[in-house]
């Protein structure tokens, strides 16, 4: 079945470090990926999506490209701030099968030091 | 506009007892869905509805789980004979439609419930 494997924390950086967090995926479609964000103590906020290949998402300074040949969508930030500090869930949508539900990975906990 | 809404945000009750978590979509989705957040478990979805169409239930752990939507709009999860290990943060979710293009699921805060 569909699945979605991301590395496993917690990620700790230095501010302004750069940061990489891996997601590669399985899925029998043609899936939309996406990564979503939680701040301590809030919900989950989507962060970016992209819906075909080569399609990157962006936003607030995160990037993750749609690689099909390589099924991953690593998320990447030059410069990463103590705000920045999350857990972050990669998550696919594929529309081969009959549901339309959102698979998760487990979650990546990065923590920004000052 | 108002997001995704739930209540209660915690709660609190003892084995064997029945609970109901409320969910309140963003005006105007078409599609709900309820997922589970857990320890052992990661993020793992229960149920999705669309429209008047027969809900997908496909994720739901045991017939002690059932949700409804009601009008279109508000969702009721129920728990019977809550068991220790549904302890959890339920988390609701709605979008504009099912299709790709519009498909971003907007999250709720959650429910967080502890089964004593």
């Known amino acids: 079945g569909d699945s979605v494997t991301q590395m496993e924390g917690p990620v700790t950086l230095s501010e302004e470090a750069f940061l990489t967090i891996n997601c590669t995926y399985t899925?029998?479609?043609?899936?939309?990926l996406f990564w979503y964000v939680q701040y301590p103590g809030e919900g989950l906020q989507l962060l970016l999506k992209?819906?075909?290949?080569?399609d990157k998402g962006s936003n607030k300074g995160f990037e993750a490209t749609y690689r099909k040949e390589t099924t991953s969508f690593h998320l990447e930030k030059g410069s990463v701030q103590v705000s920045d500090s999350a857990v972050y869930f990669c998550?696919?949508?594929?529309?081969?099968?009959?549901?339309?539900?959102?698979?998760f990975g487990t979650g990546t906990l990065l923590a920004v030091q000052p | 506009g108002a997001g995704v809404s739930q209540s209660p945000s915690n709660k609190v009750t003892e084995k064997g007892k029945d609970v109901e978590l409320r969910c309140d979509p963003i005006?105007?989705?078409?599609?709900l869905y309820w997922y589970r957040q857990s320890l052992g478990q990661g993020l793992e979805f229960l149920i999705y509805?669309?429209?008047?169409?027969?809900?997908?239930k496909s994720g739901l752990p045991s017939d002690r789980f059932s949700a409804e939507r009601t009008g279109g709009s508000v969702s009721t999860l129920t728990i019977q004979r809550t068991q220790q290990e549904d302890s959890a943060v339920y988390l609701c979710?709605?979008?504009?439609?099912?299709?790709?293009?519009?498909?971003?699921?907007?999250f709720g805060p959650g429910t967080r419930l502890t089964v004593l």
């Open positions: 005006s105007g989705h078409t599609a």
């Open positions: 899925a029998t479609g043609y899936p939309s």
């Open positions: 979710a709605s979008s504009q439609t099912s299709g790709r293009a519009a498909d971003t699921q907007y």
């Open positions: 992209a819906t075909k290949a080569d």
């Open positions: 509805f669309q429209g008047n169409s027969a809900p997908d």
């Open positions: 998550a696919l949508r594929d529309y081969g099968g009959a549901t339309n539900k959102l698979i």
